[in-house]
């Protein structure tokens, strides 16, 4: 096992390319399988999550391998089995958008309950009650679940919370059902309009992508095509708030301004001074932020997945911030590490009150996810001595050199197995 070692940080400047979303990426390798010919998908990052994605699909037949050049092209048409194996389909949570992509051509799939980040159990509800709907007929056994259906219907599905999850599963399932799919509350995100854009570059008919109301028309067949994946906007959010940590300007590169509008409006509002381009957005350090008051919501609410960060730019305004986490309300573990660290918070019922300017100190702190690990690396970067960060096969889960991206900005991050820290490294794996 390897923890995460960072120092204080003088301040940041400099550059990073933003990669392709990881949370696109997994819906795009899943609607790759609804193909009759291969597809090659561009941008898809090299993390942890799409490794165990290619070994599941290996698994099955599915062929999915990255060229020299990192493009990643996916042949569908050697599948010969739908039982993805439990423990692998259950080590994260977009597993189940196989059932969306495969229940329409073969009937029956199996699959391990939802794994990955957990912030108490994400419910399955609004996927079951709508595949039911479309005539699908699930089973529950200890360690996985099957769906069938003989022949997927189109249906008026209102979704009873947003959900994008349930949205691209559902939308995948739609694309080859007979006759009309209508999501109604469906969420809104950047990553169902990416994947309803490959879906119909590959011939499908769906309307609506990016609205509340997404409307598919069946088809019996869908072509091959080059697609290109959007980036990452979470991963862009998170470095624009290091500038704000540590100080200093930051840009990102290759990203869609327009995705983060939430979270630059909080940024601005925060103290940091924004601009932005085509393609990139800089974020430079004032010297003074400012406490504020924060609610997740879906988009295009400010994300539930960059509260966590947030919450570490937090810890250095002067005064009292509120987090309202109303995605996930349980999502505060990241809250806890931080107070080993000297912050001064509070959790209560989904609200994190966050009393800002208290100096953070380094200490041993442990990842629970990969957003929690980036709060950690950002608090790391502002706090007096050396921080250590166990955990790290989530942050890899999401980030493909988080240290070399920190790195190139200035900041001192070095990854080492616990062996190097001595008493350290023992005491650590007691901690987790």
Known sequence: MKAIKVERSSPLNGRVSIPGSKNSSLALLAAACLADEPVTLLGIPDIADLRTISDIGRDIGLKAERDAA?????????????????????????????????????????????????????????????????????????RHYTVEAA???????????ITCGATINVMLAAVRAKGTTVLRNAA??????????????MGAKIAGAGTDTVRI??????????????????????????AGVAGGSVTVDDVIPEHLSSCLAKLREIGLD???????ITAHATGKLRATRVRTAMYPGFAT?????????????????IIGERVFPARFNHAYQLMRMGADIKVRSGVACIK?????????????????????????????????????????RGYEDV??????????????????????????????
């Open 188 to 201: 809104r995100d950047p990553e169902v309009t990416d994947t309803a854009n490959l879906l119909n570059q």
């Open 151 to 161: 022949q997927l219907q189109g249906a008026a599905i209102y979704f009873d919370t």
């Open 356 to 396: 800002g300017g208290q100096p953070l100190r380094g200490a041993l702190v442990h990842a629970s996810d990969i957003r929690a690990g980036i709060c950690l690396i950002l608090a790391g970067l502002c706090a007096e001595g050396t921080t250590t960060i166990a955990g790290v096969q989530h942050i890899e």
């Open 217 to 242: 028309e069946g088809v019996t067949a869908l072509r091959g095509c080059t697609y290109t994946v959007i980036p990452d906007r979470l991963i862009a959010g998170a470095f624009l708030m290091a």
């Open 403 to 432: 240290i070399g991206s920190f790195r190139s900005l200035g900041a001192t991050l070095s990854l080492h197995d616990f062996d190097d820290f001595g008493a350290t490294g023992a005491n650590l794996r007691q901690s987790q």
């Open 305 to 321: 997945d960059l509260q966590q960060p947030l919450t570490a730019l937090l810890t250095q305004a002067q005064g009292k911030s």
């Open 70 to 142: 990192g493009a990643v092209h996916v042949d569908p048409r050697p599948i010969h089995s739908t039982a993805l194996e439990p423990v692998k389909s259950s080590s994260f949570r977009t597993a189940y958008y196989f059932i969306g992509s495969l229940l329409a051509k073969f009937g029956k799939i199996s699959v391990g309950y939802p794994g990955g980040d957990d912030f108490v159990h994400r419910p399955m509800d609004q996927h079951i009650k709508a595949l039911q709907m479309m005539g699908a007929t699930f089973r529950f056994f200890d």
């Open 274 to 280: 924004i601009e932005t381009g085509d393609h990139s």
